[in-house]
Antibody, heavy 122, light 107 residues
Framework: EVQLVESGGGLVQPGRSLRLSCAAS????????MHWVRQAPGKGLEWVSG????????AYVDSVKGRFTISRDNAKNSLYLQMDSLSAEDTALYYC???????????????WGPGTLVTVSS | AIQLTQSPSSLSASVGDRVTITCRAS??????LAWYQQIPGKAPKLLIY???ILESGVPSRFSGSGSGTDFTLSISSLQPEDFATYYC?????????FGPGTKVDIK
């Protein structure tokens, strides 16, 4: 059974940093690209970042470019999101998601974790 | 960036109704479109990918169609567990945008 479990969220002051983690199990992690998607309270879904199966290719939404860094450790079956220079606009529930059977970064998201909440406030 | 619009933004329907939601892309995306269902407090769930392929385990009352810029999600006979928010998403090119969502509630 595929499982994705995010962690690392919490309350952080504006301008500070936070690192999210996503522990994956139940599938061959290094066969699949992975993504982060966020959802601000009461709002819709926003794709944040994606990374290819081997970490060789990454992509970001413009609003986080230069501030967020996605990475993965295939030996640990883990996905990460380093978030720097956080602002109130980054307050959201952050989901990690696995891509579908093609495995590439351009694919649908067939499994999602329950999310970890990031609140940016002074 | 490719923008997605959905209509309607919300709708009220009864159990047994047929429901249709549309998604329009600002430029052609071939069939690189997925539909997700989100129940409040839960993570999104994949329903349809490649515009028309039903994800394993999803009831056959859900169907998708379209290609290029215009897409449709249909629910043939709405069930109580289908009251949720539905999102389309394009995965043709980064940024992999989502539509704003369509909330389906009980009439």
């Amino acid at each position: 059974e595929v499982q994705l479990v995010e962690s690392g969220g919490g309350l952080v002051q504006p301008g500070r940093s936070l690192r999210l983690s996503c522990a994956a199990s139940g599938f061959t992690f290094d066969d699949y690209a992975m993504h982060w998607v966020r959802q601000a309270p009461g709002k819709g879904l926003e794709w944040v970042s994606g990374i290819s199966f081997n970490g060789g290719r990454t992509a970001y939404v413009d609003s986080v470019k230069g501030r967020f860094t996605i990475s993965r450790d295939n030996a640990k079956n883990s996905l990460y999101l380093q978030m720097d220079s956080l602002s109130a606009e980054d307050t959201a529930l952050y989901y990690c998601a696995k891509v579908g059977p093609r495995g590439g970064i351009e694919d649908c998201f067939d499994f999602w974790g329950p999310g970890t909440l990031v609140t940016v406030s002074s | 960036a490719i923008q997605l619009t959905q209509s309607p933004s919300s709708l009220s329907a009864s159990v047994g109704d047929r429901v249709t939601i549309t998604c329009r892309a600002s430029q052609g995306i071939s069939s690189a479109l997925a539909w997700y269902q989100q129940i409040p407090g839960k993570a999104p769930k994949l329903l349809i990918y490649d515009a028309s392929i039903l994800e394993s385990g999803v009831p056959s009352r859900f169907s998708g169609s379209g290609s290029g810029t215009d897409f449709t999600l249909s629910i043939s006979s709405l069930q109580p567990e289908d009251f949720a928010t539905y999102y389309c998403q394009q995965f043709n090119s980064s940024p992999f945008t989502f539509g704003p969502g369509t909330k389906v509630d009980i009439k």
